[in-house]
């Protein structure tokens, strides 16, 4: 992790790239004011050869290596990208999580009619929104999304109120 | 990893006495962080969110050293 994480940067100049993505997990509830805290950008991207390889690029330019694994740095699988699975990065700017689908298999072309879209640097960014966030959390064993799911539950509940 | 910090608020904790039922709790969300939150544009989200994750990390650095002494000890 570096000792100062900027998430929002390394947001910033993904959005600012021609990458077709989601923003999914906790900064994505961040966006939409969860007043929770989240350590890293979880992407769900599209998963076509065009799309990856500008991924890749992007990788490259914010040092992009696997996390969690031992030995020398491994540079961004172009093959693992094009897959469903996760790929855990650490980058210059702290920890991205480019995901090829999530719970339940859902991939980009599936979660982007269900994101909404916010400006960030004047850019768009589509989001993943916070019904659909809830209803995955919901669903969810992981005892860290049930922890956090109340504070969904009640921010969407203000939303829509609102 | 994220961590939700917007749960038990001090008004929410319960007491020994009080039910178990979720449907009978007080709500377990500060609303007020919510608020907040609400306030802000999504770019000014994400700045709050980086400023409390650096805290944190600051927080666990200085939290390291202090620890260290005592896990040693049987």
Redesign the interface.
Known sequence: MPESPDLTTLLERLVATDVEFVLVGGLAAVVQGAPVTTFDVDIVHRRTDKNVDRLIAFLADVGARYRNRPGAPLPPSRSALLGPGHSLFMTDLGPLDALGAIEGGADYDQLLPESLTVHIGGRPLHVLSLAKIVTLKRASTDPKDKLRLPVLEALLRRKNEA | ???????LSDSSMKSDTEPDSVESAP?????S??S???E?S??E??????R???T??LLRQGLAPRTEPNAREP
């Open positions: 990893m994220t961590v939700a910090v917007g749960v709500s377990l969300v500060d609303e962080l919510i907040a939150m609400l802000l999504p770019e989200r994400l700045r709050q969110n980086d409390m994750v650096r944190i990390l």
